[in-house]
């Protein structure tokens, strides 16, 4: 019963091409979303979050989508670069989680120079 | 600036033996999340404590497991009678309040039972 789904186990870019990775879920509570960034023997990094009531939040090169009709977000990286190689975690929370997240299984990114 | 301070990084134990997972949150966070990374998988959330309180505790097994968080001094996960299983990384988060995006994670502590 897994609430966040992350179907690609890995994507390979291009240096310099768009990196989409995609996040799925299926509770209509969750009303917070964030992508986490995970390198090997480290913890994960926030890199960025959107709220439900938005569809679109941008920080520099990196963009996250929510459709929330079709229970859907994505992360964009753009340009790519090889430092952004890493594992990513899409995860979820609602209002009565108490900041509990559930992650997804994660996607990992490899950049190629 | 200390960030999550989690130790030992690495733990190996035999099955039977009792872990602890110590877990330092940030300077001025008083709010700690444990997570389960297995193999392959996400994390899962635990168990979440502020100072002497467990708040949300859905996440743990029922047994062989417990967390506090004591006035002074870490966070600590304790596994009793460690199994094959319990084999995973084991990731702590702090935040100065409630909600994911405040959330600093440690390093983590990758639990190896032989």
């Known amino acids: 019963d897994q609430q966040v789904k992350q179907n690609s186990p890995s994507l390979s870019v291009q240096e310099g091409r768009i990196s989409i990775l995609n996040c799925d879920y299926t509770?209509?509570?969750?009303?917070?979303f964030l992508w986490y960034k995970k390198y090997p023997a480290e913890g994960p990094t926030f890199l960025i979050s959107i709220s439900s009531i938005k569809d679109k939040n941008e920080d520099g090169r990196f963009t996250v989508f929510l459709n929330k009709s079709a229970k859907h977000l994505s992360l964009h990286i753009v340009p790519s670069q090889p430092g952004d190689s890493a594992v990513y975690f899409c995860a979820a929370s609602y209002g009565g989680s108490q900041g509990n997240l559930i992650f997804g299984k994660g996607t990992k990114l490899s950049v190629k120079p | 600036n200390a960030g999550v301070m989690q130790n030992p990084r690495h733990l190996v134990r035999r099955r039977g033996q009792e872990a602890r997972l110590r877990c330092s949150p940030m300077k001025g966070h008083s709010h700690v999340y444990w997570y389960r990374q297995l193999p392959e998988e996400g994390l899962k959330f635990m168990v979440y404590?502020?100072?002497?309180?467990?708040?949300?505790e859905s996440g743990m097994p029922k047994e062989r497991f417990s967390a506090e968080f004591p006035k002074e001094g870490p966070s600590i996960l304790r596994i009793q009678q460690v199994v094959r299983g319990d084999s995973a990384a084991y990731f702590c988060a702090s935040s100065p309040g409630v909600g994911g995006e405040g959330y600093t994670f440690g390093s983590g502590t990758r639990l190896t039972v032989v």
């Open positions: 509770n209509s509570m969750f009303d917070y």
């Open positions: 404590l502020q100072k002497e309180n467990i708040i949300d």
